[in-house]
């Protein structure tokens, strides 16, 4: 439709003048840091300079660091709402604060359906949470998305400041269906995270916290969750299917995870008993047996 197409049109302007800002002449805070909103693009122009690099090269000289794409690369986001100076806002948090970065949600290093969206829920204009509220405020704290490479459909985990389902949510999930309809952006599930936490919790997802799978409607029981709402992921072509439920932590640069879990597997002699803690859904270890 032609309201798709002008949309498509203004992200991929919006994304180029990141992408502009961030490889020209800005002025700059740090030895390779570039003066941006967004904190995670920080080093996005000169990702050799950023500390992390600097502190490796530091510890083993003559190392040498690669460089995977710069754009595009990250399938996964976990991006804060808040209420502040009298409007919702959706984005990352500035560095050492509790306020989130103007232009901090779309970014040059999200996949392009990822960005789009992303744009697609900050158009429902959910009301955020106010820092200091007490809990159960009914208030959205943080909305996480996650593509399914394959599919490349979206899946959506608002994470509410609240104990019990609001009407409000629904209201909310109608509206995110809307717009990704309308924009022609695939969704995978939409889930709701009830976590109540006390202003003093910095936590995103809590133990405690009640899951829903709202779309498409499913039941929840504990860590069973509905085959509906797993986002299904290969490294490799032939490589185990691996299943990633809403709570789960997942890699956000998997092309970059899958070059390192195959050169860890070139360590392991064939025939080996591997044991893998912490294992999560088994993103290494199932490829190294």
Request: positive net charge; hydrophobic residues 40%.
């Given at each position: 439709?032609?309201?798709?197409?002008?949309?498509s049109r203004?992200?991929?302007r919006?994304?180029?003048a990141?992408?502009?800002?961030?490889s020209?002449?800005?002025?700059?805070?740090?030895?390779?840091?570039?003066?941006?909103?967004?904190?995670?693009?920080e080093?996005?122009?000169?990702?050799?300079?950023a500390?992390?690099?600097?502190?490796?090269?530091?510890?083993f000289?003559?190392?040498?660091?690669f460089?995977g794409?710069?754009?595009g690369?990250?399938?996964?986001?976990?991006?804060?709402c808040?209420?502040?100076d009298?409007?919702?806002?959706?984005?990352?948090?500035a560095?050492?604060?509790?306020?989130?970065?103007?232009?901090s949600?779309?970014?040059?290093?999200?996949?392009?359906?990822?960005?789009?969206?992303?744009?697609?829920?900050?158009?429902?204009r959910?009301?955020g949470?106010a820092?200091?509220e007490?809990?159960d405020?009914?208030?959205?704290?943080?909305?996480c998305?996650?593509?399914?490479?394959?599919?490349?459909?979206?899946?959506v985990?608002?994470?509410f400041n609240?104990r019990?389902?609001?009407?409000?949510i629904?209201?909310l999930?109608?509206?995110?269906?809307?717009?990704?309809?309308?924009?022609?952006?695939?969704?995978?599930?939409?889930?709701?995270?009830l976590?109540?936490?006390?202003?003093?919790?910095?936590?995103?997802?809590g133990?405690?916290?009640?899951?829903?799978?709202?779309?498409?409607?499913?039941?929840?029981?504990?860590?069973?969750?509905?085959?509906?709402g797993?986002?299904?992921?290969?490294?490799?072509?032939?490589?185990?299917?691996?299943?990633?439920a809403?709570?789960?932590?997942?890699q956000?640069?998997?092309?970059?995870?899958?070059?390192i879990?195959?050169?860890?597997?070139?360590?392991?002699?064939?025939?080996s008993n591997?044991?893998?803690?912490?294992?999560?859904?088994?993103?290494?270890?199932?490829?190294?047996?």
């Amino acid at each position: 439709s032609k309201q798709h197409d002008a949309m498509s049109r203004a992200l991929k302007r919006r994304l180029a003048a990141v992408s502009q800002s961030l490889s020209g002449g800005k002025k700059k805070r740090r030895q390779g840091a570039t003066s941006v909103d967004d904190p995670s693009l920080e080093y996005f122009a000169d990702p050799l300079s950023a500390p992390a690099v600097r502190k490796w090269r530091s510890l083993f000289a003559g190392s040498s660091v690669f460089v995977g794409s710069r754009e595009g690369h990250r399938t996964v986001v976990k991006l804060c709402c808040r209420r502040q100076d009298g409007e919702d806002v959706l984005g990352l948090f500035a560095p050492g604060t509790h306020r989130v970065a103007a232009n901090s949600a779309v970014s040059a290093a999200h996949s392009e359906r990822l960005n789009a969206a992303i744009e697609c829920v900050a158009r429902t204009r959910p009301r955020g949470y106010a820092n200091g509220e007490a809990a159960d405020s009914k208030t959205l704290n943080y909305v996480c998305l996650s593509e399914e490479r394959s599919t490349r459909r979206v899946s959506v985990v608002f994470v509410f400041n609240a104990r019990r389902r609001f009407a409000a949510i629904d209201r909310l999930v109608a509206a995110t269906r809307r717009e990704c309809s309308d924009a022609r952006v695939a969704l995978h599930s939409i889930v709701a995270h009830l976590n109540a936490v006390s202003p003093h919790d910095n936590a995103i997802y809590g133990r405690d916290g009640a899951w829903e799978q709202l779309w498409p409607a499913a039941a929840v029981d504990g860590f069973a969750w509905p085959d509906s709402g797993l986002v299904r992921e290969r490294l490799f072509d032939d490589g185990p299917l691996l299943c990633f439920a809403p709570p789960t932590f997942r890699q956000a640069n998997l092309d970059q995870f899958a070059s390192i879990v195959r050169k860890a597997a070139s360590f392991v002699p064939s025939g080996s008993n591997v044991v893998e803690l912490y294992a999560g859904v088994a993103t290494i270890g199932a490829h190294l047996v």
